[in-house]
């Protein structure tokens, strides 16, 4: 059983929880027959959505008395809710008793639990917060890194993000050589502020696919496979994406909706339609958010994931586990000096 | 004739020029009889699409010999095609020869000029690029600055941009106490990089309706009036809204020529509601994107802009000399003192 990967999961964080967190391991357990999920959180609670027959060698409950909410202050919350399913699932993970951590709840305590309990591998300063995106016309979708978990970057922290984005393409998506590019202003070599311009030269030196620089309307044609940028831009570009796609896709429900007989007798037409591009752009088979840097893989999928979304994610972080990203990251970085 | 308006119009810069430029003069025109239209290019070629019966004391052609493409050096161009339309354009302005400058061109060229050639207003370091954008379940949309003039950003930039694009909103677009608001990575005011959070920080001490940080998912809900925001995010995001809507629209589109024979009448019929998002989120009304800061209004449209964006522009530069901006901002920042 030593030689099963374990994952941990903080069974009462984001919207569904525990009922979907509970739905999608029972799916993903069946598939996953070499890895046994730990699920933190309020037993009793837990257990009402968990049959008993299903509670086998693949499937541990840790009762946990306390919960972060997204109104906890993070770093304060991960200090004092010592009891919380989250802190008590990350110090799993830091002792070796679970192999990575999977969360829906606040955000910015995932992260502080990522960086304080699970910690950093030797050699990356500042780990980066990369989601996997959808593109035009490819079921491959790209990732970008960092979107939020730095606020303030440096030209090394991009590097290095491009680095570890670049590994994770290729082992866990299986891209072959896979295309990064740095999200700037123009296309020319010499676009961008003092940092952007800086890290193009880096990259340039970097033994990585470098295509050059990408621009904010080219993101989603698929033309790179990682896309490097620096956490506040990339956190508004990503939650643009979010807001402008749901506003198109609001103003068409609401068109359809409010239109003449005429047009509601179209829209019952072109229902399956629509539903093909939602599957195109559906970001949930992608997974989570990878917080890039850490000892063992630790994953956020947004609060309002179903079952479906957390089930991708939990097989994401299997693979993770098992490409073993931390060894190849250790043995790369190592290679330079350490700070 | 000399206490009308003049505007000086690059005829020759864009993909429809200059065609879709002289069709817009035509018709603004009509409607605005006491702005003269100051045409710059090639006079051959912009008398094929100028009737002579409309050759009145409206309209000029101040013949050019030489063009500035997008391929150009944007400063280069302007200091070494003395005879563009371009820059005899903007020398008309710098001379008091006209009150305003529209071009579809090289956009670097047009900041070049407007910097180098109209020039600053006493007070204002670095002008700031500002389009009007679309929100939903409104007319009203929202003013975007800087989208890009400045890929480096200082404190003190953001505050003047926030102080002119509310003076603009409410004068040229008749907003009472516009609401301002800061492009942050969160909504709480400790939010953002050092940059970002030092603008917070002086813009609640300005005489403006500062109504805090605003992410990147809020920009479309029309929550602000005015969104406040370095070069280097506020280019990218907007490039994001426009690569990420014509995305899904492109993908609509595709899906429903590309259904079965049941979808394809379903298109059919709701083509009239879909006319109806594309008539909510029609940007051309809102005019072009204004250099703001400069001695007289500087406005570029997009070089694909049809006739009737090009029209809107011309409303709106009519609207700046108008409403005289220049004097309100050189009056309002000589109060503090100047660098």
Redesign the interface.
């Known amino acids: 059983m030593n030689s099963m990967r374990r994952i941990a999961i903080d069974a009462m964080g984001g919207e569904n929880a525990p009922e979907a967190i509970i739905k999608a391991v029972l799916r993903a357990k069946k598939e996953l027959k070499e890895t046994q999920f730990l699920l933190f959180g309020n037993k009793e609670e837990i257990s009402k959505y968990l049959p008993s027959e299903e509670l086998d060698n693949q499937i541990e409950i840790i009762n946990t008395s306390e919960i972060i909410s997204d109104e906890d202050e993070p770093v304060r919350a991960i200090r004092r809710k010592k009891d919380s399913s989250l802190v008590v699932a990350a110090n799993y993970v830091k002792t070796g008793k679970a192999d990575g951590l999977l969360s829906l709840g606040n955000t910015g305590a995932l992260l502080a639990a990522g960086i304080f309990i699970v910690g950093r591998i030797k050699g990356v300063e500042r780990p980066g917060l990369m989601p996997t995106l959808p593109v035009?016309n490819s079921d491959n979708g790209f990732n970008m890194i960092d979107v939020?978990a730095n606020?303030?970057?440096k030209p090394e922290y991009l590097v290095k993000w491009a680095q570890m984005a670049s590994f994770y393409a290729e082992k866990v998506r299986g891209i072959k050589n896979p295309k990064v590019a740095l999200?700037n202003?123009g296309a020319e070599y010499d676009?961008?502020?003092?940092l952007?311009k800086n890290v193009y030269q880096l990259l340039q030196a970097e033994p990585i696919n470098f295509i050059g620089n990408i621009?904010?309307?080219?993101?989603?044609?698929g033309m790179a496979d990682v896309v490097v940028?620096d956490?506040?831009?990339g956190?508004?570009?990503?939650?643009?994406?979010?807001?402008?796609?749901?506003?198109?896709?609001?103003?068409?429900k609401d068109?359809?909706i409010n239109?003449?007989f005429?047009?509601k007798?179209?829209?019952?037409?072109?229902?399956?339609?629509?539903k093909?591009?939602k599957s195109?752009?559906d970001t949930a088979k992608y997974g989570g958010a990878v917080l890039l840097g850490l000892k063992s893989p630790v994953v956020k999928t947004h609060g309002r994931s179903d079952q479906r979304a957390i089930y991708y994610t939990l097989i994401q972080i299997d693979k993770m586990i098992e490409e073993d990203l931390t060894s190849v990251f250790t043995a790369e970085f190592s290679k330079n000096d350490d700070k």
């Open positions: 035009k939020g606020a303030q970057a999200l202003n676009k961008g502020d003092d952007h621009e904010g309307n080219q993101l989603l044609s940028t956490g506040f831009t956190n508004a570009v990503l939650k643009n994406i979010e807001g402008t796609s749901s506003t198109i896709l609001h103003l068409i068109a359809l239109g003449s005429i047009t007798i179209g829209a019952l037409l072109i229902k399956g339609a629509l093909s591009i195109k752009f």
